[in-house]
């Protein structure tokens, strides 16, 4: 059987230590604060990077650095026979045509797979596709398999306006007038793009709309849910405990590191869920 390494990159929400006991190796992209770039987990920590964000730093996000994905390539193919590659979703990086066009350097050794998936759920990818291994999947198979039939929704709610503000997806006016007005945003993650769901008054009329619309499924039992925290966890186990009552049951919790985080703010809450592939 073909030895196959699974690789992501650091929008899947995995700290260095989180990624070694699970057996998924990671790239880190670059993060950029007041103009200073630093490879997240490796040159800032999550903690630093939260305390400078809400301190009103200005921070973007780059793709990774090209080199230093061809060196991570290069070493994994010093044990294993393939790597599998499961970058950002192509509709919010440029990570995975830059990718694909590369692989076909490494004579099929290398294989890029776009699943559309960002935080969490792109490690729970992983997961499922390091079981495809154990059970001798080759790596187009599995590729075949994920492009075809994964599929993520989510919903992020911001506290506020701010980062959507520095980002350029919001003008500093619309800024000012919807932090007034107390509006919300639900930004939904669908196909792989991120885009305006609704806006609404008060954190809490968000929650159960985001609830309610990740719900609207015919069986539960063909998904899995979950709830990613962006460093306030009252209001992410509120939304854990009522997405657990309608469903019923457990919904996992796991925290927003700083690639998604850059985009929304800290404070954001996640919900969402993850279809179950059949393989």
């Known amino acids: 059987m073909k030895t196959i390494a699974v690789l992501t990159d650091s929008s899947a929400d995995l700290s260095v ?28 920590d999550l903690e630093t990077f939260i305390a400078k964000m809400r301190a009103g730093s200005d921070v973007k996000t780059s793709s990774p650095i090209l080199g230093d994905l061809f060196a991570k390539w290069e070493e994994l193919l010093k044990t294993h026979d393939e790597v599998i590659y499961i970058p950002i979703s192509s509709g919010l990086s440029s990570s995975f045509n830059t990718a694909l066009a590369v692989s076909k350097n490494y004579d099929g050794k290398v294989v890029v797979i ?3 998936f960002v935080c969490y759920p792109l490690t ?15 790596g187009v198979e599995i590729k075949t398999i994920v492009e075809k039939d994964a599929e993520l929704w989510a919903c992020l709610m911001p506290y506020n306006l701010n980062a959507l503000m520095k980002g350029g997806r919001i003008s500093p006016a619309v800024a000012a007038l919807g932090n007034l007005l107390k509006i919300v945003p639900l930004l939904k993650v669908e196909n792989g793009a991120i885009d305006i769901q609704d806006k609404v008054r008060t954190h809490k009329k968000a929650y159960d709309k985001a609830i309610k619309i990740c719900t609207d499924v015919e069986n539960f039992d063909d998904y899995r849910f979950l709830v990613v925290d962006g460093d306030c966890m009252k209001e ?12 019923n049951a457990p919904v996992e919790i796991h925290k927003m590191r700083a690639v998604i985080m850059s985009h929304t703010g800290p404070s954001t809450v996640a919900c969402g869920r993850v279809k179950k592939l059949k393989y």
Do not use: F, H, W
Not at 236 to 246: D, G, N, P, Q, R
């Open 17 to 44: 230590a989180e990624a070694k006991s699970l057996g998924i190796n990671i790239i880190r992209m670059p993060l950029i604060v007041d103009e200073t770039q630093y490879l997240e987990e490796v040159e800032i």
């Open 114 to 116: 776009d699943a559309k």
């Open 124 to 138: 729970m990818l992983c997961l499922d596709v390091l079981d495809m291994i154990s059970k001798g999947y080759s």
């Open 236 to 247: 992410s186990l509120e939304v854990a405990k009522k997405l657990e009552k309608i469903v």
